[in-house]
Antibody
Framework: EVQLVQSGAEVKKPGESLKISCKGS????????IGWVRQMPGKGLEWMGI????????RYSPSFQGQVTISADKSISTAYLQWSSLKASDTAMYYC?????????WGQGTLVTVSS | DIVMTQSPDSLAVSLGERATINCKSS????????????LAWYQQKPGQPPKLLIY???TRESGVPDRFSGSGSGTDFTLTISSLQAEDVAVYYC??????????FGGGTKVEIK
């Protein structure tokens, strides 16, 4: 069974760093792109970027380029999304998803709250 | 980037009636070399991640009830729920993956029971 399991909810202060994770299982992790999607409170879905764990090829939406870093460790079938300096506007639910034709399997989401 | 525009923003439909959601892309998402439309539909219920319903504009994902259907080509697409059930209350999103490395979602359509 294909599963993507994300790390737990985080509460951080502005300016702090953060790295959240997405662990894949039940399929060949290195053979599919993984995408990250942001959903701000009460809002729609925003595509952030993707990574191919097989070679770590990474692409970003222009809206998120320079704001976050996407990475992966194929040895442990895990993708990451990280911030070096969080802002209150980063408060959102973040989802990872496997990309086949479309995004066919999704993680359960990681809620990130940034508040002073 | 390709801009995806959904309409309406919300709609209320009686149980058993048809619900229709539209999605328009700012440029064609039909790839001529394989004649496939790179368009997907997702359903998101409160507190849950999105669920893939339709890909290639009209291919139903495994396990999705056949009351859900997708149609359209090029820049204009439709998701139809032929007979709305209570469990279909959700927000529905279209997504283009023509530009796979820079995909985009529509703004969402909220479906409620009238």
């Amino acid at each position: 069974e294909v599963q993507l399991v994300q790390s737990g909810a985080e509460v951080k202060k502005p300016g702090e760093s953060l790295k959240i994770s997405c662990k894949g299982s039940g399929y060949s992790f290195t053979s599919y792109w993984i995408g990250w999607v942001r959903q701000m409170p009460g809002k729609g879905l925003e595509w952030m970027g993707i990574i191919y764990p097989g070679d770590s090829d990474t692409r970003y939406s222009p809206s998120f380029q320079g704001q976050v870093t996407i990475s992966a460790d194929k040895s442990i079938s895990t993708a990451y999304l990280q911030w070096s300096s969080l802002k209150a506007s980063d408060t959102a639910m973040y989802y990872c998803a496997r990309i086949a034709a479309a995004q066919d399997y999704w993680g359960q989401g990681t809620l990130v709250t940034v508040s002073s | 980037d390709i801009v995806m525009t959904q309409s309406p923003d919300s709609l209320a439909v009686s149980l058993g009636e048809r619900a229709t959601i539209n999605c328009k892309s700012s440029q064609s998402v039909l790839y001529s070399s394989n004649n496939k439309n790179y368009l997907a539909w997702y359903q998101q219920k409160p507190g849950q991640p999105p669920k893939l319903l339709i890909y290639w504009a009209s291919t139903r994902e495994s396990g999705v009830p056949d009351r859900f259907s997708g149609s359209g080509s090029g820049t204009d697409f439709t998701l139809t729920i032929s007979s709305l059930q209570a469990e279909d209350v959700a927000v529905y999103y279209c997504q283009q993956y023509y530009s796979t490395l820079r995909s985009t979602f529509g703004g969402g359509t909220k479906v409620e029971i009238k």
